[in-house]
């Protein structure tokens, strides 16, 4: 399997985390540059393989202590992120099939009060433009429902498979360069004071 390789130079560890938060270590989120910087170059690799994100530290103080936090933390955070999508996704579809129903009903209604205005005046001009525009009325309702079910759900479902490839990444700590493997991005993110 092939294995696109992340790596990000810092000077110290702490960098890859949010400073604002007061959580654990483990626990803590992702610095918000580190997140859009990992997760922006994971999006620009093929859909399929696996992830390797590599932090090279200027500091080389317990690099193996490092490689375990920063592992854990990784899948810890991309997992929390990835079920947040996965609700995020399933709000959606209940919001579509809500959107559906109304939809539909209106559709219904307005195609019923067309009827009627079609068979009760016939011949009479203004009656007949409000059937037609109430048939449409109808349809526009539609536009909603379609367009979830449609467009709206596949960024969701594609972010929500990004989030769960790189809560399985491998992440290793090093004070070296680092191995050239299949697909390299790097750089240094802003330093933190």
Excluded at 106 to 132: G, K, N, W
Aim: glycine content about 4%.
């Amino acid at each position: 399997m092939q294995q696109h390789v992340i790596q990000i130079k810092l000077e110290r560890i702490e960098q890859l985390f949010n400073s604002f938060d007061p959580t654990p270590f483990v626990g803590r989120d992702l610095d918000p540059a580190a997140d859009d910087f990992i997760a922006g170059w994971a999006d620009e690799f093929p859909r399929e393989g696996a992830f390797k994100i590599v932090l090279q530290l200027s500091e080389s103080r317990d690099l193996v202590k490092a490689q375990s936090r920063a592992q854990d933390a990784v899948r810890n955070y991309y997992s929390a992120r990835a079920a947040v999508q996965q609700h995020k996704l399933h709000r959606l579809f209940r919001n579509g099939r809500m959107s559906l129903v109304v939809g539909l009903s209106f559709l219904v209604a307005c195609h019923i009060m067309s009827e009627f205005l079609e068979q009760r005046f016939a011949a009479e001009t203004l009656p007949s433009l409000i059937a037609h525009g109430l048939i449409i009325a109808g349809w526009v309702a539609m536009w909603r429902p379609l367009e979830i079910f449609l467009y709206d759900w596949w960024p969701l479902r594609r972010r929500l498979h990004l989030l769960r490839r790189l809560a399985t990444a491998q992440v290793e700590v090093s004070s070296g360069v680092p191995d050239q493997a299949d697909s390299v991005r790097s750089a240094e993110p802003r330093k933190k004071p």
